[in-house]
Structures are given as structure tokens and as C-alpha cells.
């Protein structure tokens, strides 16, 4: 079977993308296993979805934990993470809250977010992490009526720690690479009453090069999050909006703040490197492919049963 090009505009996708597969012929003449047909993606769309959001949470709570003047954060995002000037942050204590508004708040990543984001990283051991890049920072994130593009989400819980070892140099180039633990469980509400999904995970983000000095300047500055680059590992579950079940295994998932492939929407970095393993129940396993983390753009390949289609995200 020829490849199949296929493309969606769903712009709140910016870790994953949502996948839509165009129809395609049968594989074979005669077919006895209804599932040999298999090219559903209402699935593979939610838990794209829930990527993209969860993503954008940890994104947008990373940076403004770094930089206690918030002000690259809330302005331009020239530090690496869209934050428009209509969002406003403000911090008590070790509480820091993002408004964006009851009208409307349009971010360089193309997105328009409404409702409120809650970062509170208080329970961080010792007392002294402060920041996102201190070993033992645990910061909990929660909602209050927020709305990204007309999808309502609701945290039920989303915890982030750095589990860097204790011990790491305060130098600029220490040896190790910092490292966290995600943990999610949010429910969303699709636009248009079309339904609810669950998505649960369990993560862990490395920052590989902590050892570039343009990146990580050591224990006593902000990390510079657009010359980051991220690898995610670990499985995620939940129920989209028919009631199935699905799971997903994601295998060295890269994610480069260096890589922007559209100069009008500076700040979505979409995945460029790494596997997506994704089962919903009782259909085939879908293996979406990023490439090998060298090409910036929105390109990859979803094989199902056999048959390669390719993906514009």
C-alpha cells in the first residue's frame, strides 16, 4: 500500500499532535479479522490531546518557578516558553498563580487560554528548593476554570519533583543531567459538548543538555528554557469520550526549545525525536514515530497493523 499523507489543525496539539488518518484501501483481498481494517484515531486524537495539555502545564509552571520576576514568562517568552502580556502572574508565598482572564489570552503559541493555573511547590524537601532546577523541588499544580482553545480542563492532580541527586555541583557544567518525576491525573472537556476524556501518566523528563552553559548556568540562575531540550519516557492510560479504555508507552520522546518550525507561532516546539506506543482496547497497537531528533518540523509516521501512513502535525 502507498504512504498516505495526513494533516490536522489542531493547534493545542504541541507535544504530540493530533493524528487524523486519511481512509485507506484493505490490506489484503479477503479479510476474516474485522480489526485488519483498523484505521480508528479517535483515540490516538484524545491522548494527543491530553499530551499537548499536560505539556503545556509542566512548560508554563517550569518557567515560572525559574524566574521569580516572571517577567520573560509573562511577556514575549523569549526564555523559551509563550506567555502572553494579557496573563497575569502573581506570587505568595511559594504559591504562584496565572491569570489569564475571563476574555480571552492569545499566547505566541497560537493558544487562547481563559481560567486560572495554581503552581504550588511548598511541600519541596529541603525547604531551601526554591526553583525548578534545585534537587528535591516538588511543585502540584491545579485549575480553576481553565479553558486552552475551548477545551475545558480539569487537574485532578499533576505533581512534578526533581529527582536530581542531592549532591550536584552548583557549577555551571555538573556531570549529571537534571532530571523529574510527572505525575497526572486531569479530565477534559472537549468544545461543542463533545465529550469528556480521562488521561493519567507517569513520566519522568530529563534535561539533556544540562551540560551546555547556554542552557544550564549552574544551581544559582534560571535555566534559559529556548535552549533547552527534553526527553520524556513512561506510560500514560485513560478513557476518551466513547467510554474505551487505552494505554500508551512513550520511549525517548524529544522535545527541543530550539526547534519553532513555524515563524508565526514562535513558541510551539513539537516533538521531533521518539516512539509512541498506543493500544486502545481491542484494536491494534498504533506506533507513532518522531524521527531521530535532528529534523525541526512537524513530520512523523503512524504505522498501524502493518501500514505506514505519514503525519502532519
Known amino acids: 500500500m502507498k504512504l498516505q499523507k495526513i494533516s490536522s489543525r489542531l493547534a493545542m496539539i504541541m507535544a504530540v499532535g493530533a493524528l487524523t488518518l486519511g481512509s485507506c484501501s484493505k490490506k489484503k483481498e479477503t479479510i476474516t479479522d474485522p480489526v485488519d481494517t483498523d484505521t480508528e ?27 521569580s520576576a516572571l517577567t520573560t514568562f509573562k ?7 509563550s506567555m502572553a502580556p494579557c496573563a497575569t502572574v502573581s506570587i505568595v508565598g511559594k504559591v504562584i498563580t496565572v491569570d489569564f482572564g475571563t476574555t480571552g489570552c492569545l499566547g505566541t503559541d497560537g493558544k487562547t487560554r481563559t481560567g486560572k493555573l495554581i503552581y504550588n ?67 477534559i472537556i472537549k468544545p461543542n459538548s463533545g465529550g469528556t476524556i480521562s488521561w493519567t501518566c507517569n513520566r519522568t523528563k530529563e534535561l539533556t ?26 506510560s500514560a492510560s485513560g478513557t476518551n469520550v466513547k467510554g474505551e479504555t487505552y494505554s500508551s508507552v512513550a520511549t525517548n520522546l524529544i522535545r527541543s526549545f530550539q526547534c519553532a518550525p ?3 507561532r514562535p513558541h510551539r516546539h513539537p516533538f521531533i525525536g521518539g516512539t509512541i506506543n498506543y493500544t486502545p482496547a481491542n484494536r491494534h497497537a498504533r506506533l507513532i514515530d518522531y524521527g531521530n531528533g535532528t529534523d525541526c518540523d512537524f513530520n512523523a509516521t503512524i504505522t498501524i497493523n502493518g501500514v505506514t501512513y505519514n503525519v502532519v502535525l
Not at 499530551?51 to 503545556?56: H, L, P, T, Y
Not at 511577556?75 to 516558553?81: A, L, Y
Open 262 to 264: 513555524d515563524a508565526l
Open 209 to 234: 543538555n544540562t551540560n551546555d552553559s547556554t542552557c544550564y548556568r549552574g544551581q544559582n540562575k534560571a535555566i534559559i528554557w529556548s535552549r533547552a531540550i527534553v526527553k520524556l519516557n513512561g
Open 75 to 81: 511577556s514575549s517568552g523569549s526564555d523559551g516558553v
Open 121 to 187: 511547590y511548598s511541600a519541596s524537601t529541603p525547604t531551601t528548593a526554591l526553583f525548578y532546577r534545585n534537587p528535591g523541588f516538588s511543585m502540584n499544580v491545579t485549575s480553576q476554570n481553565y479553558v486552552v482553545d475551548g477545551y475545558t480542563v480539569n487537574i485532578n492532580n499533576k505533581t512534578i519533583t526533581n529527582t536530581t541527586p542531592a549532591n550536584i555541583p552548583s557549577t555551571v557544567n555538573p556531570g549529571t543531567n537534571l532530571t523529574w518525576s510527572i505525575s497526572a491525573n486531569i479530565s
Open 41 to 67: 484515531q479517535s483515540t490516538a486524537t484524545d491522548n494527543s490531546i491530553s499530551e499537548g495539555i499536560v505539556n503545556d502545564l509542566e512548560a508554563m509552571g517550569s518557567e515560572a518557578s525559574e524566574n
